[in-house]
């Protein structure tokens, strides 16, 4: 079996041996044979890196795409809860080093956690399927999941923010070009989840002042609450959504 694994980061969990997540993906006790890798793209730092988390996410690459399987894993774990869990390294085949470090960001602030329990974690096997499901069901909900990965993957609060209300505005979007913009994603969003309407205004002006260059910069602060509350509103959307029913 070709496989790849990745070391999950910042993953404090009650797993005992092995979760299956799905057909050919799973997570395992941290396993990887620092020695047995090839040593020629690997510094010092790298190996402790490799061995210091405890769990790997492991995928059968004959029956999935590491790339495309590994953020929804991470995607589903941010949809169960504001987790640190991330990853930085894929070892193929035990001995294979592919160093992804740049595409994942540490999440710094102080209320994420970094425990998911077993059970919250078998959530996953309910909510991976369903995103790769979602993603399919047409190019609007394609686009949303993408931009809910580029969330994930972004370095700094405002990048993380822009692209939570873009997927959120995929979703919520006419088919066709509508006026009063962000009255209608408010008030879209409000009825789907009841989300407070002062709080959903003040994401989207954010991202209209981005996207038409009247932005100026805000604190980090404010724009880590800001993100805040577009990823809360964004756990929310993406739980309810009538065709996911990816608690149910």
């Avoid at 790769?132 to 993957?153: D, G, M």
Wanted: proline content about 2%.
């Amino acid at each position: 079996m070709q496989i790849a694994k990745y070391p999950l980061f910042n993953l404090v969990s009650d797993v005992i041996c092995s979760l299956d997540i799905c057909d050919g993906i799973y997570i395992s006790l941290n396993d990887i044979d620092v020695e047995a890798i090839n040593p020629y793209n690997m510094s010092t730092e790298d190996k402790g890196h490799l061995s210091d988390p405890s769990f790997c996410l492991v995928i059968d690459k004959n029956k999935h795409k590491p790339e495309l399987a590994s953020i929804t894993f991470i995607i589903s774990c941010r949809l169960i809860k504001r987790s640190r869990v991330f990853i930085r390294y894929r070892v193929d085949n035990s001995t294979d080093l592919i160093k992804i470090r740049d595409d994942y960001s540490y999440v710094k602030s102080s209320d994420v956690t970094m425990m998911i329990t077993h059970s919250e974690l078998q959530k996953s096997c309910k909510l991976f399927p369903a995103l790769n499901s979602f993603r399919n069901i047409n190019t609007r909900t394609k686009n949303a999941v993408y931009f809910l990965s580029l969330a994930c993957r972004s370095w700094s609060w405002l990048e993380s923010l822009l692209f939570r209300v873009n997927a959120l505005e995929t979703l919520i979007s006419a088919s066709e070009r509508e006026n009063n913009i962000m009255k209608k994603f408010v008030n879209r969003i409000h009825d789907l989840i009841g989300y407070n309407k002062d709080d959903l205004e003040l994401i989207y002006n954010i991202r209209s002042e981005l996207v038409h260059g009247r932005y100026e910069w805000k604190s980090g602060e404010e724009n880590l609450n800001l993100n805040r509350i577009a990823e809360e509103v964004c756990r929310k959307v993406f739980r309810s959504y009538p065709k996911t029913s990816i608690f149910e």
